[in-house]
Every structure is written in C-alpha cells, then in structure tokens.
C-alpha cells in the first residue's frame, strides 16, 4: 500500500522517486481532515 502511494506520487510531473517517499510519509502522519482536502 505504502509502496503504491509512492509509485503513484511518482508519476506526478517534477516528482522523483526521494520526492514521492517523503511526500507519502508525510501524508501518512498527517491528520485525516487535511488528507482529505488534499484529495479535493
């Protein structure tokens, strides 16, 4: 699952593999309410 999110990150333009990784570990810690309005 963790691996996906990067992967899928990934493909983002301007996004590299390190970029991806710290963004997911980020969005995994972050509250609920504010991955979700990323999501929007």
């Known amino acids: ?3 996906d999110l990067i992967d899928e990150l990934g493909r983002l333009p301007g996004v590299g593999p390190k970029s991806a990784q710290r963004i997911a570990f980020h969005v995994l ?3 609920p309410t504010d991955v979700r309005r990323l999501a929007h």
């Open 1 to 3: 699952m963790v691996q």
């Open 29 to 31: 810690q972050a509250e």
